[in-house]
Every structure is written in C-alpha cells, then in structure tokens.
C-alpha cells in the first residue's frame, strides 16, 4: 500500500535559519505530490504542488520543494523562516487510485 | 475561508452512541474526501466520494459509513463508538476526483467519554 513518512515530528527553529522537511514515499509509479500547511487554528491550505516538468517547484511564501524520482523524495525548503511560519506541515501523495494520502505531519516552531 | 463547510465543530459524546457528521464543499466541487486526524497519527484517509458515487476507501472502519447526497453535500456517520474513535475529522473537496488541489473544512473535533 502506497505511505508517506515524514521523518521529522517536531522542528525547532529560530528565525532566520534555513528549513528542509524531509518526505518519502511509497509508490513506483507515477505520483502527483504536495506541501499543505496548516496554521494554528485554521485549515489546511496548499503550499505548493509537482505533477510533472522541473523537480524543483515554488510555492507559496517562499517555500519550494524538490522532487526526486530516483529517492522517492519530495523535501521542502524554505532558506530564511519566520516567525509567521509556525505551523503543521504535511506531505501528500496521489498515485491516481483515487487515494489522496498523507504524511503524519511536522509541527515547526519557530523562535522569534 | 476555505469555502467548505463542516458541523458540528466541536461534539461530546458516549461510548457506544451514534454520530453525524457534516460536510458541505466549495461550489461547484464534486470531490469529497473525509480524513481523520488522531494524535501523532497524520491525517488518515478514510474514504472519498465523487459526484454522489465512492470512489475510494482508506482506512475506514466498519462502524462508519459516509454518502454524498445529490446536491454533493457529505455526512459521514460513526456508530457504536469508542474511546479511541476521539479526533479531529476533516472533510475536504476537490474540482476534480484526480489531481486537484484539495480544500479542507476546519474540522469536526469528536470526543468520546
């Protein structure tokens, strides 16, 4: 069965430092991948998304994610955080099953 | 706003009782999709609808069922619960049932005494 893991729980950051979330999945075949963020008390929104063309997308914010078919790895970075990017992030996959699965999330913090 | 719908907020109830819950999707989206969220457990697929028919199942228990109703409202409805069914349920939709952006309600937060 098609998985998402994110390898980080919980991140810790004071502002100005540089992001990277991890994000593996299972699946061989071709997959469409996503970045949701979710901040404290609202709902999930979309940050950026890969369905095919350069591996390397941007999204909102300043955020990007690279999409690496040979590792199964869809990381996202942002090189400078703020404040205001405290928040719950999930990695996604849809594999064309009609399954939209997700990962168990990473809480990030960042210190002002 | 994300433009989705879902009621009751916030819900108290027993072991053993029955629940509804409720999801009304941004118009004109035929995709409904329903996420449960426990702690440290992500955001578990639990079963999508589109345009009134299932489309996919995930994780989801006997006890729970869902539909979607002509006019693409969604209600998903837990029975005989239990201690461990206490989370956060999300009701998401989408434009389409393939590729597309999924917008999320705020959540239905369940919790059995």
Known sequence: ???????????????AASLELGCNYSYGGTVNLFWYVQYPGQHLQLLLKYFSGDPLVKGIKGFEAEFIKSKFSFNLRKPSVQW????????????????????????????? | DSGVTQTPKHLITATGQRV???????????????????????????????????????????????????????????????LGDSALYFCASSRDSLTGELFFGEGSRLTVL
């Open chain 1, 1 to 15: 069965a098609q998985s998402v893991s994110q390898h980080n729980h919980h991140v810790i950051l004071s502002e």
């Open chain 1, 84 to 112: 205001s990017d405290t928040a719950e992030y999930f990695c996604a996959v849809y594999s064309g099953t009609y399954k939209y699965i997700f990962g168990t999330g990473t809480r990030l913090k960042v210190l002002a």
């Open chain 2, 20 to 82: 509804t819950l409720r999801c009304s999707p941004r118009s004109g989206d035929l995709s409904v999709y329903w996420y449960q969220q426990s702690l440290d457990q992500g955001l578990q697929f639990l079963i999508q609808y589109y345009n009134g028919e299932e489309r996919a199942k995930g994780n989801i228990l006997e006890r729970f069922s869902a539909q979607q109703f002509p006019d693409l409202h969604s209600e998903l409805n837990l029975s005989s619960l239990e």
